[in-house]
Each structure stands twice: as C-alpha cells, then as structure tokens.
C-alpha cells in the first residue's frame, strides 16, 4: 500500500505538470506510456522480437505524425500499414514468423499508441490542457470510485470470468463519479451541463471497458499483472488500460458534437 500511494503521489503532478506544459515535454509523455505498453502487451502475447522492433517503430512513427499535425491522418497510416502487411506477406513467406504473430503484432500497435496518441489529439484543441487533465482525472476517478464501493458494498459481480473483483456498485459508483467530474470541469473547458453529462456517461462506460479488455488480456496470459515498472500499481496497462479507450472518446464527442 505504501508503494502504490507513493507512486500516486510522484506520479499524479507530474502527468498534470506534463500535461499543462504540453508540446514535447507531453510527447515524451505519451511516447513513453505507448511504448511502454506495447512492451508490456508483446511480453503478454509472446511476439517474436523482430516483429517487436517493428511495433516500436511503427508506433513512434504514429506518435511522430499525431504530434506535428495534431490529429491522426488516416490515409497516411492506412498507407504505412498496407506497406507493412506488404512486408510482413514478404517476412512470412521466409518464415520469419507466422501470420498470427503478425497480427497480434498490428493489433497491438492499433490498440495501445494509436489510441494513446489521441491524448496529443485533445492536448491540441482549444483548451486542450484542461480537457487533457480531465481526462486523466475523469479516468481516475472511475477506477477509485469502482473500488472504494465496490470493495465495500459490492455483492453482484460485473464479469467474474473476466475480472472476478469488479462489481456492479462499483460500476455504477465509477461512472456516477465520471458524470461529477464532467460536470465540475464543464464551465472551465466551455461545454454545456447537458454535453458533461454525456461525457461523463460515455468516459465512465469506456473506462470500465477498457479495464475489462486489459483483464481479458491478462486472463488469457494467466497472469496477475501486465508489467511492475510502477510500484504498488503493476505496469503502464494495469494503471493506464481505461484511459486507451477513454481518450479517443472524449475527443471524437468533442470533435463531432460541436
């Protein structure tokens, strides 16, 4: 306990110090948690290391493009990853690594940089380093919530044969939680109550599914944590796994709602 609080203490300023400055200080950022997770996500998965150095790569370049143009281009990255399965076809074919290989690979590139580079998204809007924040706080508050309730009160489990801690108090106490901070944070990020609120529902339910992924990850892995770089927490997945999924949907309800 004391691990995971000083942890909390060391880590918490520094994100939100990280995330007020924003420009390269903030890339780092993001730049180390994306690789550091898809380090942690190959290790879960077994990826063979030429396709590993592959991902760092390819996930840098992602992180790279997102950081000069502040979105993500999509037909540049539908070009680098038909160039990539181009060249994986090629690998194959030498018997490099197997096809299934290749696609946990690309899945993991898909699931941990591209959606961690939407923090670099929203760290580009107006306003960009009050909503990056919130969404960092947003996120913690659903996972403090869920298991502060749920510990406590939690009697119906959410999904036992995926995660056998989580509960439905606990859900509803994390996205009860979600909608507060949305509402708290809403006049400072110039949204309307009506527009936190859905926030708040959308983060909370994202926060928890990205939670589920990850325990699916780890269960299928039959291992209890991701990683051990944060002490008391476990790794970059285990702390950040709902933010991955939170992130890209806050910004695109920012984006496409105007």
């Known amino acids: 306990m004391t691990a995971r609080i000083v942890t909390a203490v060391l880590g918490v300023p520094t994100i939100i ?6 420009g390269r200080p903030f890339f780092v950022l993001v730049l180390a948690l994306s690789i550091t997770g898809l380090f ?6 077994h990826v063979p290391r030429l396709l590993r150095c592959w991902g760092y790569l390819f996930a ?41 290989q290749a696609g946990v690979a690309l899945l993991g590139v898909c ?11 929203l760290r580009s809007l107006p306003q960009g380093e009050r909503i990056t924040i919130l969404v960092f706080v947003l996120t913690w508050t659903v ?7 749920g510990s406590r009160f939690g009697k119906c489990h959410l999904a036992p044969k995926l995660s056998p801690h989580k509960t439905w108090a606990g859900a509803l106490a994390g996205l009860l939680g979600s909608v507060a901070v949305a509402l708290f944070a809403a006049s ?27 325990s699916t990850l780890k269960r299928l892995a039959q291992v209890k944590d991701a990683g051990r770089i944060l002490p008391g927490h476990g790794g970059v997945l285990d702390r950040f796994d709902a933010l991955l999924l939170v992130a890209p949907t806050i910004y695109f309800i920012l984006r496409l709602w105007r």
């Open 188 to 214: 400072s990020i110039g949204v309307t109550l009506w527009k936190a609120v859905v926030m708040g529902v959308a983060g909370g339910i994202a926060a928890m599914v990205g939670d589920l992924l990850e």
């Open 143 to 149: 996972d403090s919530a869920a298991f502060l309730v």
């Open 40 to 45: 942690e996500y190959y290790r879960l998965t």
């Open 60 to 100: 840098t370049a992602i992180l790279l493009n997102v950081f000069t143009q502040g979105v993500i281009n999509y037909s540049w990255l539908a070009f680098t990853t038909w160039i990539a399965l181009l060249l994986f076809l090629v690998m194959i074919g030498f018997d490099c690594f197997s096809f299934y």
């Open 111 to 121: 699931y941990i940089p591209l959606f961690f580079s939407y923090l670099l998204s």
């Open 17 to 22: 110090l990280l995330s007020l400055l924003g």
